[in-house]
Structure formats: structure tokens, C-alpha cells
């Protein structure tokens, strides 16, 4: 009997059964790589330094999706920006941000912020665009990040979430994101 669609080939529940799992089990282990190439980790070192994240965390996000980051978006909350009259992001976080080297910078801001007077404070960012507002519905979330992210022609296990609430964190569920970051990490912000 040949096994259908879906059908990952394991061993089959006839006699003997123990040995074909004891096989296939062995042949499975055969196939899958013990370690990482030095290689590989050295690219996903440095990888990891340009996004300006730690190695831990791109080595996580990187297993779970098997993709690479090509994009960060960041909430007005996780730049620091909240008031209108003074859209700029402060140094600490521009430095950091002006660092990130080989992805897409983007924004979204909350209201009041406008978020053409953010962009136009910060060069630094390649695109700011509005947050969904806190009365959309999760799909309306869903369908405002979802065109938000491939107006940038990305999909969203490509980009890395960084916020700093827990209504930003849904984000990264709603966009399918490659995961969420909280702001104070990805800073380096104590307390």
C-alpha cells in the first residue's frame, strides 16, 4: 500500500514494527546534522549585530520561521516618541537605530502623532505609517499590519515586531510576524 498525501513515511504498525522504528528512528538521526557549522553561526553572529539584536534572540527567531529578519517595526511607544510638538526620537535610540545595517526601519505611531512630521524627524526611518487605533477589531488590526508590511513587498515572518505594550505584542500574532521584542531589550534599557 502506497501512503497518502501527509503521510511523513514513519514506520508502519505491521510485525516487526519495533525494528522498523529502531531503523527509521537511526536513519532519521543519520539525516538531521548534530551542530550548526561554525560557519553558519559566525554569518548569524554577524547577522544578528546588524539588526542590533543579541545572538539568542536571531538564533530563536531564525529556528522558529527559517527566514531571516529583512525588516524591524517599531511602535512610537518603543522609539520613545509620544508627543506630537516633538516627534524626534532620542539619542539613545537613534544611535541604535542608525546602526542597523542590511533591513527595512519602520514605524508605526499612535495618534495624535501624524505620522508624516515622525518621518520627517527622523530620517532614520525608511517608512512611518499609523498604528491601528485601539477600537479595531483583531481582524481590522490584522488586515491594517498585514498592508502595512507588504506595502513594503515583505511578508510578515520577515519582520520582527518591537514594541512596548502588550496591545503591540499583538501585533506580532495578528501580522504573523517572525516574533515580538520588547523595546527595553532591543534598547538596552535598565529598569
Known amino acids: 500500500m502506497i501512503p497518502g498525501i501527509g503521510h511523513n513515511q514513519g514506520p508502519s504498525l505491521e510485525r516487526g514494527r519495533r525494528w522498523r522504528s ?14 550548526i557549522p561554525l560557519m553558519v553561526v559566525r554569518m548569524r553572529v554577524t547577522r544578528a549585530r546588524e539588526l542590533g539584536l543579541d545572538y539568542k534572540a536571531y538564533a530563536a527567531i531564525r529556528q522558529a520561521t527559517g527566514r531571516d529578519i529583512l525588516a524591524l ?40 502623532l501624524g505620522p508624516d512630521a515622525v518621518h520627517a524627524a527622523n530620517p532614520v526611518l525608511d517608512q512611518v505609517g499609523p ?5 479595531d477589531s483583531w481582524t481590522q488590526m490584522r488586515d491594517h499590519l498585514t498592508a502595512s508590511v507588504q506595502a513594503r513587498n515583505l511578508v510578515g515572518d520577515q519582520v520582527l515586531i518591537i514594541g512596548d505594550t502588550g496591545l503591540e505584542r499583538d501585533w506580532s500574532a495578528a501580522a504573523r510576524a517572525a516574533g515580538y521584542l520588547e523595546a527595553g531589550r532591543y534598547f538596552g534599557r535598565t529598569g
Open 131 to 135: 498604528a491601528p487605533k485601539f477600537t
Open 73 to 112: 517595526l517599531f511602535s512610537s511607544n518603543a522609539l520613545r516618541v509620544f508627543r506630537a510638538d516633538t516627534p524626534e526620537i532620542p539619542l539613545p535610540e537613534a544611535g541604535v537605530l542608525n546602526a542597523v545595517t542590511g533591513a527595512q526601519k519602520l514605524a508605526l505611531v499612535h495618534r495624535p
Open 22 to 35: 529502531f531503523q527509521w528512528q537511526k536513519a532519521r538521526e543519520a539525516a538531521m546534522p548534530k551542530a
